[in-house]
């Protein structure tokens, strides 16, 4: 919980002491130096930058007591300051894809290559993909690792209508990873022994490979209906020897009782 105070504006012991005094209710410095674990000379520094910040009250008594302003009244500031800047991004990026303009020399060219580096950007790339598919997905990731995010997009183009597909190898190591995923979002998951690639091909007309090299994660982005279409057929053979997620199970518990 300290993390998330951290997030909202509050650090080390302001943190400490602001937990403290939700979770134990009003409290002298004595017994926050205790129950937050602070030294007592600290107490007094950091009750009263809380309350500069307004996050606590003081009941003016000998000792003092100190009471947390409810979280709701106290973060709402940083709450209107964040909804302020979250607004000015989302504005900033739909600008953005109001005035993108692709040159014309790719959009006369029927093929086109792209290249993206970075961990970042690969898969930036493959949520885009995902939100722009139309009709179909097939998902060859080299191994599951995949984000809940990305997982959910692709439930999400299906409830578009999209097929979605998506196979790699099953292993000891993801399988409770993969259940999970599987049960959750109802995906189109089936197994297969392949591991040494990563592929995407989306709307028979884009494929997405992927590599690493070293540390550092490469996709590069085809457009092109020929290659598209080989890869497909290529993808498709692969899936019909693949082996469904819940026949897989029931074979893993099978040899596990034997």
Request: net charge positive; glycine share 4%.
């Amino acid at each position: 919980m300290q993390d998330e105070l951290k997030e909202l504006g509050l650090r080390g012991y302001e943190a400490k002491l602001y937990l403290t005094l939700i979770r134990f209710g009003p409290q002298t410095a004595k017994e926050l130096s205790k129950n937050a674990k602070i030294p007592q000379n600290r107490v007094y520094d950091t009750t009263r930058e809380l309350e500069d910040k307004g996050f606590l009250e003081v009941l003016t008594k000998k000792p003092n007591v100190f009471k947390a302003i409810k979280p709701e009244a106290a973060f709402q500031g940083e709450i209107e300051k964040k909804k302020k800047a979250l607004s000015s991004f989302i504005s900033a990026v739909n600008k953005l894809e109001r005035i993108i303009k692709i040159p014309e020399e790719f959009v006369s060219k029927k093929e086109r290559v792209w290249i993206v580096r970075g961990y970042k950007g690969y898969y930036n790339k493959i949520i885009e993909l995902i939100k722009n598919a139309k009709k179909e997905i097939l998902a060859k990731p080299g191994y599951f690792k995949a984000s809940y995010l990305l997982s959910k997009l692709s439930q999400e183009a299906m409830k578009r209508g999209v097929d979605v597909k998506i196979m790699f190898p099953i292993t000891k190591d993801n399988i409770k990873r993969v259940e999970n995923t599987y049960k959750l979002l109802k995906l189109n998951i089936r197994h297969c022994d392949l591991s040494d690639f990563l592929i995407d091909i989306f709307d028979k007309k884009i494929v997405f490979i992927g590599f690493y090299i070293g540390e550092d994660r490469i996709g590069i982005e085809i457009d092109s209906k020929e290659f598209a279409n080989a890869m497909r057929n290529y993808y498709l053979d692969l899936w019909k020897k693949a082996i469904p997620f819940s026949e897989y199970i029931k074979l893993s518990l099978i040899l596990k009782e034997h």
